[in-house]
């Protein structure tokens, strides 16, 4: 019986320690967030779509740039279909930007691939 109540009191100062330092910690940022004169972004409104681009002017480069503009449309046709999967079609979602990363280092790379190739 003494063992149990040892565990039960340990365990209590315990939590009680942990959460006094998240409430310390807490406080912390938000007297600093105070200071830097920082807030928290309003929530703006969503924006209307954009209008389509115009056709781009024919260019040697025309190909590479119609590969790049039926991948994002490619990217866009993904997100959406699992946002109407999932019941979020009305949520205003848009994209606005793909960009291409270059600049990885090998073991980013291979933890990219392998959170892409875990989930088939």
């Not at 046709?77 to 280092?105: K, L, Y």
């Not at 980013?108 to 088939?120: G, L, P, V």
């Amino acid at each position: 019986m003494d063992k149990l109540l040892l565990g039960l009191s340990t365990t209590g100062v315990g939590m009680l320690v942990v959460f006094s330092g998240l409430v310390i910690l807490i406080v912390c940022i938000s007297v600093m967030t105070m200071f830097t004169g920082r807030s928290k972004p309003a929530k703006a409104a969503p924006a209307p779509a954009p209008a389509p681009a115009p056709a781009p002017a024919p260019v040697e480069e025309a190909a590479e740039e119609e590969d790049d503009l039926s991948v994002v449309a490619a990217i866009t046709a993904a997100i959406a279909a699992i946002w109407q999967e999932e019941g979020h079609h009305d949520s205003g979602f848009v994209v606005r930007r793909v960009r291409r990363v270059q600049n990885t280092s090998a073991r980013a790379r291979a933890a990219r691939e392998e959170q892409i190739y875990s989930h088939f």
